[in-house]
């Protein structure tokens, strides 16, 4: 069995602080790689691009024209009974074509148009919401990834002091109280291990499952969690953001193709010309034509139907517009005020605290060593330190969520 002498432990507590932190593995997963995974091979990210081909097919469907018919005819056909048999009979054969009022196919055009412009839109919605869930994914396994790791350091001091108080015990220098409190604490740090470790493997079956990966496989990061001050203002670049949110282009877009609708309604009471073109079967060297129009003011309920139904449409596609760019503003705004809030809870432990409370652990070990101080006291400032590293991490992790938030912010309503 080895034995720690007092001196060895205490120095090796002391060699515990300059150990720096383990740097990125070159081999790992970047965030910036999840992302990108994610965005070529998560479902709704491929739905959503399948979606513009549908928006493309039903585009060209709207843009066709009429198809012609094939039209036959028969005229001078005897009635039975009626005696005219040496008659002849008329056959016609020939082909027919609906010309639409001038305007209704172009508006038609604009409206599959507008569909594929939505389509894009919405694809890059999609990817904007998949690549922020892979982002708190990943930060939710880098926070359990890094807090399992800060807690085990400290489970190692307190192994080292604990080896320290029972030999001071054997000694008769130290309570057994104190090895007890030390066990109790070494506990608990355990007890939050396995908590941290289960919160590691549930955030890494998220992200493999927004990466399409086979839940089981395992995942190794390497983007450590960091801190960058947050340098955009909510307001300062709205005009821009305004244009450049899928959201707000969709809302646009619909009160486009609404506007295209509404026209389309009130050229549905216009006639719509009929031509036709015949060849005769008795003279061969004969030809016919026919040429007719649609009747809609027979129907007029139906156009006052498709008018109001589109004016409604539009009117609502307006009021939408309207209500999701204040949504999104205050979204945004939100987003914004809590990643300020989140950096300034970053900012508490960035200023010195960490630095305080580290030099000042190593100080009480020194005096600890030398037989001043009590091991409770001793104690309750390394419970305070792992604490404070604990909730270190745990601001920089809340920060990146936050900034992750503010990339998407309004986005997830639509």
């Not at 892979?134 to 930060?139: I, L, N, S």
Request: net charge neutral.
């Amino acid at each position: 069995m080895i034995r720690f002498s007092h001196d060895c432990c205490v120095a090796a507590l002391l060699v515990l602080f300059t150990v720096a932190a383990p740097a990125a593995t070159a081999d790992g997963l970047t965030i910036e790689k999840a992302v990108e995974i994610a965005l070529s091979r998560n479902p709704r990210v491929l739905s959503a691009g399948i979606e513009i081909n549908a928006a493309r097919g039903r585009a060209l469907q709207l843009g066709a024209r009429p198809e012609p018919q094939l039209a036959a005819g028969i005229d001078g056909a005897p009635l039975p009974g009626s005696g005219k048999d040496e008659e002849k009979t008329e056959i016609y054969l020939g082909i027919e074509q609906l010309f639409e009022f001038p305007g209704k196919r172009s508006l038609r055009l604009e409206i599959g148009r507008s569909g594929e412009d939505l389509a894009a839109a919405e694809l890059d919605r999609v990817k904007l919401i998949v690549a922020a869930d892979v982002k708190r994914a990943y930060w939710k396994t880098a926070f359990a990834t890094e807090a399992v790791r800060s807690l085990e350091k400290s489970t190692l001091r307190l192994d080292l002091l604990l080896a320290d108080l029972q030999a001071k015990y054997s000694s008769g220098t130290a309570a057994y109280a104190d090895v007890l409190r030390v066990r109790a604490e070494k506990a608990r740090l355990r007890n939050q291990v396995l908590e941290q470790e289960s919160e590691r493997r549930q955030a890494a079956l998220e992200l493999n499952e927004l990466l399409a990966k086979p839940a089981g496989e395992p995942i190794e990061l390497a983007s450590r969690m960091s801190f960058a001050p947050l340098v955009v203002e909510p307001d300062g670049g709205w005009g821009k953001t305004r244009t450049a949110l899928p959201s707000l282009r969709i809302a646009a877009l619909r009160q486009v193709q609404a506007a295209a609708a509404a026209k389309l309604a009130g050229l549905s009471r216009s006639p719509d010309l009929l031509a036709g073109f015949s060849l005769p079967s008795v003279r061969p060297g004969a030809w016919g034509i026919t040429l007719g129009l649609t009747l809609p003011f027979l129907r007029p309920g139906r156009s006052r139907g498709l008018a109001l139904e589109a004016a409604a449409d539009l009117e609502n596609a307006r009021l939408e517009a309207e209500s999701r760019e204040r949504r999104l503003r205050s979204a945004i705004e939100g987003a914004f005020s809590a990643a300020k809030a989140a950096e300034e809870q970053v900012r508490v432990f960035e200023r010195g605290l960490l630095r305080e409370l580290e030099d000042e652990l190593r100080i009480q070990l020194e005096y600890f060593r030398y037989g001043k101080g009590s091991a409770y006291e001793l104690l309750d400032l390394h419970r305070t330190f792992a604490l404070a590293e604990l909730e270190h991490l745990r601001a920089i992790y809340v920060y990146n969520l936050a900034l992750a938030d503010l990339e998407v912010a309004g986005e997830e309503s639509n």
